[in-house]
């Protein structure tokens, strides 16, 4: 504080903030250089708006990158043909198919998960089923492809089922805690008023308060379903070789080829003349993410909607 | 619905119950299944290395007694803490600054614009990160940036020569470092937007600048809350196989230069283990997925225990 006395730029002498009884050194009190102050002001404003239009950019250049290497091998025989005929059609076949199972295995026990901690479980008990799902949000997906191995596929053969479940194992932890989030949110009226009447507890969660926020586990759904329709890590594991053609059975004893094991294997081969279709493989796969994000943000738009018009 | 009797309604609520209750418990059997298994399946390794597994810097899967193979966690464990701290120290600034821009500099509308755009970063698989690091930003940071970063402060060590192919720690840092930008900068943003208005208010009454405003007020407030996202995004940093087994280069010694070929924990199990020869290497590869998981559950379990520590509604209340 080098002016001390001076008035500072609210117009009050320093002095007098002092005297204030409570924390005289907080960087709040004025330093008396407005001038200063206001430049360093400037410049963190300035670092804040890079740094929000640098990322926007690094997407920017990202996308850029995807579509105009990949719109080139974009054609019809790309999206239908088998790789012989430099298609990926059966890729795109297969990550349809395992990620509709996986979302197909993971929503009722997510949703029943998040009915169990909101509407049933003691405190303690509450708190134990969090921490598990805290923890399986964050378990790296190469541990949940190793475990799945383990389970699944060693001893046996690699399947669109072993996908399915370890995607599914990625997916739960997501729409269980969206699920919880939005339960908790449900008005305590609705549920005292269906219990007032004597409605049955089982009676009051399916009829009364999963209705109000099946628009919220439907965005989770939605949302968890791209992430796991991209998901490549556990894949390589359990879903790795896959045959040339379309596999339709995720039980058959094969690997189902998928879209982001094809990028990775023809990322990895470093050979040129692939990556091409591994572009148009990439384009492919972000395209059908950001329908599926679009999708999801007017779901929650439209369910916020009809919650707040309550 | 027919009129409903008693017996019947208590019929359904067992059964509601029952299969919320089986799903609670299906999750919490899934993860102590995991782990058990994870940690029996490194048990030959432990057995044949023991805990010098983790500071031996060997992985040779045709060294040793008849071939079977001689194998260290070393390289991987410094690949995976370099590159993740280098990239937690790259996205923690530039995150937390995106969350202020996103909750109080930008106009309502540049916000609802960018705020979705940068989330939209996070929801890119893996895997076309990667790709996307390999062909394009690897070239041009072992052509631009490297060559800068050891001409200017060539005299750190972690600047060392750069290397042609560009897939290196330092790229690998750089790619975990966009991967987890979206996590800080949207945790941040929601984090900013919950400190009290007339904390706000009171400060600017003060005179004090928006920067002041901030690193008085803001930061302070959201201190444990940005501590706590930062240790979420080490963990998605550590474990992330994929995009980083693309750009690391798959490096078998430890190195001090950022810009040499390494490898990280993840990035091996996912090149590895689908190709691994002797069950010794399958088990090996189990102990660094052990290794991995530790130094994961540690980062989570903070990032938990920090935000319930410093519950920011009670901080307030």
Not at chain 1, 98 to 112: D, E, Q
Not at chain 2, 83 to 91: E, H, M, N, Q, V
């Amino acid at each position: 504080m080098s002016n001390v006395g001076g008035p500072n730029s609210a117009g009050f002498a320093i002095d007098e903030l002092h005297e204030f009884p409570f924390d005289p050194g907080s960087p709040l009190v004025a330093s008396g250089n407005l001038r200063r102050r206001m430049v360093i002001n400037r410049i963190a404003q300035a670092g804040a708006t890079i740094g929000a239009f640098s990322a926007v950019l690094v997407l920017g250049i990202m996308i850029y990158a995807v579509v105009s290497r990949g719109a080139g091998a974009i054609t019809w025989e790309f999206l239908t043909k088998g790789p012989e005929d430099n298609g990926i059609g059966p890729s795109i076949v297969g990550t349809v198919i395992i990620t509709m199972v996986a979302t197909a295995i993971a929503t009722p026990i997510a949703v029943l998960m998040a009915i169990y901690t909101t509407e049933y479980a003691s405190e303690r008990l509450g708190a134990i089923v969090r921490l598990t799902l805290d923890m399986m949000n964050g378990l790296p997906t190469i541990i949940v492809g190793i475990f799945i191995y383990g389970l699944i596929v060693a001893g046996r053969h690699q399947s669109g089922i072993a996908a399915a479940i370890a995607l599914a194992v990625i997916m739960l932890p997501m729409i269980a805690r969206t699920t919880q989030e939005s339960l908790l949110l449900v008005p305590s009226a609705l549920r005292e008023g269906a219990e007032a009447l004597g409605v049955a507890r089982w009676r009051v969660i399916t009829g009364a308060i999963l209705p109000t926020v099946g628009g919220a586990i439907l965005t989770a759904v939605v949302l968890a379903s791209a992430r796991a329709a991209g998901e490549t890590a556990p894949q390589v594991l359990v879903n790795l070789v896959a045959p040339n053609e379309y596999v339709f059975n995720p039980f058959a004893e094969t690997a189902m080829p998928n879209i982001p094991v094809t990028i990775y294997q023809l990322s990895e081969a470093a050979d040129p003349t692939g990556f091409e279709r591994a572009w148009g493989s990439a384009l492919t796969l972000l395209t059908l993410i950001l329908i599926a994000n679009v999708v999801a943000r007017a779901l929650y738009e439209r369910s916020r909607r009809k919650l707040e018009s309550r | 619905m027919g009129k409903k009797t008693s017996k019947q309604s208590g019929l359904g609520d067992k059964v509601v119950f029952g299969l919320a209750l089986s799903a609670a418990l299906l999750a919490i059997v899934t993860l102590l299944a995991l782990g058990y298994q994870v940690v029996t399946g490194s048990s030959e390794a432990f057995d044949v290395f023991g805990l010098a597994f983790i500071t031996d810097p060997v992985w040779n899967p045709t060294a040793g007694v008849n071939g079977s193979g001689v194998f260290g966690g070393l390289v991987p464990l410094y690949g995976t803490l370099v590159t993740s701290a280098a990239a937690l120290a790259i996205a923690l600034p530039v995150g937390v600054s995106i969350g202020l821009y996103l909750s109080d500099l930008a106009p309502g509308p540049v916000s609802r614009v960018i705020g979705p755009l940068i989330e939209l970063l996070a929801a890119v698989p893996s895997v076309i990160v990667g790709f996307w690091g390999l062909i394009i930003l690897a070239p041009w940071v072992s052509r631009n940036l490297e060559p800068f970063l050891y001409d200017h402060f060539g005299f750190i060590p972690l600047f060392g020569e750069p290397q042609t192919t560009g897939s290196s720690l330092f790229t690998g840092a750089l790619i975990l470092a966009i991967m987890i930008l979206p996590i800080v900068a949207s945790i941040s943003r929601d984090l900013f937007l919950t400190v009290p208005r007339e904390m706000k208010d009171g400060a600017e009454a003060l005179g004090a600048t928006h920067w002041e405003l901030v690193r008085g007020v803001e930061l302070p407030a959201c201190a444990a809350g940005i501590a706590s996202a930062g240790l979420l995004a080490l963990g998605r940093a550590l474990g992330e196989a994929i995009a980083v087994a693309q750009v690391v280069g798959g490096g078998s010694i430890v190195v001090t230069s950022l810009f040499m070929p390494g490898d990280t924990l993840a990035a091996r199990l996912a090149t590895q283990f689908p190709g691994a020869v002797s069950d010794l290497q399958v088990s090996s590869l189990y102990y660094l997925a052990v290794m991995l998981l530790v130094i994961g559950v540690a980062a989570n379990l903070g990032a938990a225990w920090i935000s319930r520590r410093f519950d920011i509604t009670r901080k307030f209340a």
